[in-house]
């Protein structure tokens, strides 16, 4: 979205929530920059600067406002425009970010299927700013939010953003923000987080409107015994990750605060050395960084009552929403729920957690490869699926697919319908829910056949053209239009 400044100020002076993360202010006068939902006074309209992206502010001598927090801001939501391949490289460079990572530019680029002088090139054009200017904004975004939202040490801070020496991570933050890291800490409101907190929770904001009730119905609809848990405005489930080498198990709260536009996110001690990366991971999840100016006009034309803000729900893990999408091949959702809680039951681990409701985690894809083909058999999963279930788990547990919505759209697709059991319709679900591709279209999907009165895949299909490039909204408002509330 790109505003003219003079409508840029009228968002700011509405203090207008729909442009949360697609528009950001600088004021010359303090050389700070906000969002455009920041409570201090309005500036004067010709002290202002207005920047598409955080990072395009930094690089023009901008530190972010203590206040308003742009690093709480929601960030991409992915599309068929012309600079989509921008748009997933910059997905690939703030996933990098939160996974404490330091990808070489010419890897990003060869997992895009492009030279790194043409991602260079296509970069500027779309963010106004270098890959690496990107990526280092990324990073001490994520610091500035673990400082002030938690009381992790400086030094586990600079670790989880990447940065292999304590001197280097003050340098550039000091460089960039004019202050060090434990300046900033000193800031905060005395009652803020300390070392000694064992639950951090860090805050999210997401654009309005959101389908809160479509999105808590549709995991409530879904959850797993002793894996996930809806109560309230509050979703609950356990996690595990592989976190620099090492196996992190732990449980993850999300508590949305609708008034505020915003999600508080809450994990257990064990995650907190990967709370970057479950920051990222609960983002995709809830679908905070959808956009629905964009959206919903599409899905007004959609069949069915109207319904503003619906979001695309997934998971926290993508071999998980992969295991599930599998299960559901050709079985009802209570059916795919039932053949899913035996095979937690079966192959999780046990996992001591607060909540009475969560007690285990989802099976790793290790275990899976490594079961005896027979023994899931026995949960009433048909061989076809058993077949399907393994191939999958060990391409997953080699590392040879990844399943995020940073992971390559095209060669993930193929790399899908590669493996046996898994067609079209499963690799598309997967795209949709693993990957968050907003296009991703389940031609033969019985729910959207059902929803839109019609057997005809091709006539269906015919009338989806309409609803591009949000056509896996469109399946989600279909989906809700039949599901109980």
């Known amino acids: 979205m790109t505003l003219h400044d003079d409508a840029a100020y009228q968002a700011l002076t509405a203090r207008d929530a729909r442009f949360d993360g697609r528009l950001f202010v600088g004021v010359t006068s303090t050389g700070i920059y906000c969002r455009p939902v920041c409570r201090v006074r309005l500036p004067r309209r010709e002290n202002c600067r207005f920047f598409v992206n955080a990072a395009l502010a930094e690089s023009n001598g901008f530190r972010p406002c203590m206040r308003c927090r742009p690093e709480m801001a929601p960030g991409l939501s992915l599309n068929d425009s012309s600079q989509v391949l921008a748009q997933q490289a910059a997905l690939m460079l703030a996933q990098a970010a939160h996974d404490g990572l330091d990808p ?13 002088r043409h991602l260079r090139r296509i970069f500027m054009q779309a963010h106004g700013v270098t890959p690496i200017d990107y990526l280092t904004t990324q990073r001490l975004l994520l610091a500035k939010h673990l400082l002030t939202d938690t009381g992790l040490p400086v030094t586990q801070v600079a670790l989880a953003t990447g940065y292999a020496s304590l001197r280097r991570f003050n ?3 000091a460089e960039r923000y004019r202050m060090s890291p434990t300046a900033l800490r000193r800031e905060r409101n005395d009652e803020g987080p300390t070392a000694a ?7 999210l904001a997401y654009r309005p409107p959101y389908d809160l009730p479509g999105v808590l119905a549709f995991f409530a609809n879904r959850a797993i015994d002793g894996v996930e848990a809806v109560e309230g405005l509050n979703v609950r489930r356990t996690l595990s990750l592989i976190h620099r080498g090492q196996v992190l198990a732990g449980w993850v709260e999300a508590r949305f605060v609708p008034a505020r536009h915003e999600l508080h996110l809450s994990v257990a001690p064990a995650l907190v050395p990967a709370l970057g990366a479950v920051v990222q991971r609960v983002r995709q999840c809830l679908d905070l960084d959808a956009d629905p100016s964009q959206v919903d006009p599409v899905l007004a034309l959609v069949p069915g009552a109207l319904r503003e803000g619906v979001r695309l729900p997934s998971g926290l893990d993508g071999f998980e929403i992969a295991v599930r999408v599998i299960l559901g091949q050709q079985v009802t959702v209570a059916a795919a729920r039932t053949l899913t809680r035996r095979l937690v039951e079966r192959f999780g681990e046990a996992l001591a957690t607060p909540f009475p409701a969560l007690h285990r985690l989802f099976p790793s ?3 899976l490869a490594a079961a005896d083909p027979e023994v899931i058999g026995k ?8 077949r399907a279930l393994q191939a999958l788990a060990t391409e997953v547990a080699a590392g040879r697919l990844v399943l995020h919505r940073a992971a390559p759209l095209l060669a993930t697709l193929e790399a899908l319908q590669a493996l046996p059991g898994i067609g079209a319709w499963s690799a598309q679900l997967i795209a949709m829910r693993a990957l968050a591709w907003p296009d991703a279209w389940p031609a033969s999907d019985i729910g959207i056949l059902n929803a839109l009165g019609t057997r005809d895949i091709k006539l269906a299909t015919e009338q989806a053209e309409a609803w591009r490039p949000w056509r896996a909204y469109a399946v989600m ?7 109980p509330a």
């Open 104 to 116: 070489p530019l010419p890897e990003v680029a060869a997992r895009l299927g492009v030279t790194d």
């Open 171 to 173: 340098a550039a933050f």
């Open 197 to 203: 907190d064992t639950v951090p929770t860090v805050r």
């Open 365 to 367: 894809a290790q275990a």
């Open 379 to 386: 949960l009433g999963i048909v061989r076809q699926r058993v």
């Open 477 to 483: 408002k279909l989906w809700l239009n039949l599901e």
